[in-house]
């Protein structure tokens, strides 16, 4: 709750994203088990290795979230997104 309130105080966007929902969008899977989302992690990212646990969980947050991000600047018609201003 505290990083939550500093980010809301400091104006920081704040995201979240369901666990399903990252399953969902790294395996086409919303009930995907860890392990298969760990191996998509790495070949999404081509990694020698598959990462560990947590490292994967982190990853697979953050390809989720780069996807939403890049689907919505596509459905908006821009081109890019900078400093909260589509292009």
């Keep these: 709750g ?6 809301s105080q400091s104006k920081i966007p704040v995201y979240e994203h369901t666990p399903r929902r990252v399953k969902q969008a790294l395996t ?3 009930g995907a088990q860890k392990d298969q989302v760990a191996k998509m992690v790495k070949q999404i990212l081509k990694l ?11 990853l697979a947050v953050a390809i989720c979230h780069t996807n939403t991000q890049r689907s919505l600047i596509g459905l908006a018609g821009a081109k ?7 292009r």
């Design 2 to 7: 505290a990083v939550l309130a500093a980010c």
């Design 80 to 86: 890019s997104f900078s400093r909260k201003r589509l």
């Design 28 to 30: 086409g899977n919303g």
């Design 48 to 58: 020698d290795e598959q990462p560990q646990e947590d490292a994967a969980d982190a």
